[in-house]
């Protein structure tokens, strides 16, 4: 696995740029206070930490798998009538940014569309508007760009992202140094306090109703645990051979495996069940330690 990195570059200060943060999870998971005691993951929006560029400029760090960089930053623009520049590197394949001013989406630039099946003209750099608004030639930045596709740049993505900021005048020296200066957006103790604890198979096999054989499940059980995915799982009914729906289902779980199986009989085939499906369900470990403590 390659590196993954989200920042927003936030207009305002941190103080100003906290609130925001806290309003954007309240409004979509409420109150952070009232959060439900391990109800959340790591890479929940409240794990975010902050940092000061200038008395007027304060960057935001996401998680590292958060998927809320571009709603979080456009709202974080919005709620503070700011400019936010928001930054990811993506599996050491390829950076991209967006800049937001007043909550709009400006423009946006992507290293290399095609490896997020993304159209190449979706993703070109409006240089006039980063002149606008940072103040900076837009020949330096066109030619920043035509340098790097002609792959004169580095091909370190996240070194390239950096040298992009860095034609924007921003202090990349402050944004990169990543063990310093950087605060949680919540206090350890609250954190501790909503976030789940991660589960092993060693803890699944202190419940109640562990077995190293298979455990056989019912179609509520199925429900009860996976209600949220059944559309996925019925897909999987249908016979390798002849492609005919399977009738007579089974269903298991494998804690050693951490893993959901379906085993099903075809009417046209006949035989004995073939498995259908061996869906591994690390996913949902609470889920399954509260249905083997039932």
């Given at each position: 696995?390659?590196?993954?990195?989200?920042?927003?570059?936030?207009?305002?200060?941190?103080?100003?740029?906290?609130?925001?943060?806290?309003?954007?999870?309240?409004?979509?998971?409420?109150?952070?206070?009232?959060?439900?005691?391990?109800?959340?993951?790591?890479?929940?929006?409240?794990?975010s930490k902050l940092k000061t560029l200038d008395k007027q400029t304060s960057i935001v760090l996401l998680?590292?798998?958060?998927?809320?960089?571009?709603?979080?930053?456009?709202?974080?623009?919005?709620?503070?009538?700011?400019?936010?520049?928001?930054?990811?590197?993506?599996?050491?394949?390829?950076?991209?940014?967006?800049?937001?001013?007043?909550?709009?989406e400006l423009t946006r630039y992507a290293s290399n569309p095609t490896l997020i099946e993304e159209k190449k003209e979706d993703w070109r750099l409006d240089s006039k508007m980063?002149?606008?608004?940072?103040?900076i030639s837009t020949d330096s930045l066109d030619t920043f760009l035509k340098n790097r596709e002609n792959k004169k740049e580095t091909g370190d993505v996240t070194i390239e992202l950096f040298n992009?900021?860095?034609?924007?005048?921003?202090?990349?020296?402050i944004i990169q140094d990543f063990n310093f200066g950087y605060k949680s957006l919540l206090p350890s103790k609250e954190l501790k306090r909503i976030t789940k604890t991660f589960l092993t198979v060693d803890d699944l096999r202190k419940t109640k109703k562990y077995s190293?054989?298979?455990?056989?499940?019912?179609?509520e059980d199925?429900?009860?645990l996976f209600g949220d995915e059944i559309d996925f799982i019925s897909s999987y009914q249908i016979c390798q051979t002849c492609g005919v729906s399977t009738t007579a289902n089974e269903y298991y779980l494998s804690i050693d495996t951490l893993c959901f199986q379906i085993k099903g009989s075809c009417i046209s085939c006949g035989g004995q069940p073939n498995l259908l499906l061996n869906y591994g369900f690390i996913h949902k470990m609470s889920e399954v330690r509260n249905f083997l403590n039932k």
């Open positions: 696995m390659g590196n993954f990195l989200s920042f927003a570059l936030v207009h305002k200060s941190i103080n100003e740029t906290k609130k925001s943060i806290l309003d954007y999870s309240k409004i979509n998971q409420g109150d952070y206070k009232t959060i439900p005691e391990e109800s959340i993951e790591k890479e929940n929006i409240l794990y998680p590292t798998f958060s998927n809320e960089l571009y709603d979080c930053s456009k709202s974080l623009s919005s709620d503070q009538d700011a400019k936010v520049l928001a930054a990811h590197v993506y599996d050491d394949d390829v950076w991209l940014i967006y800049l937001f001013d007043k909550g709009k980063m002149m606008y608004t940072y103040g992009f900021l860095k034609e924007l005048h921003y202090p990349i020296d190293p054989e298979v455990i056989s499940l019912s179609n199925v429900n009860e």
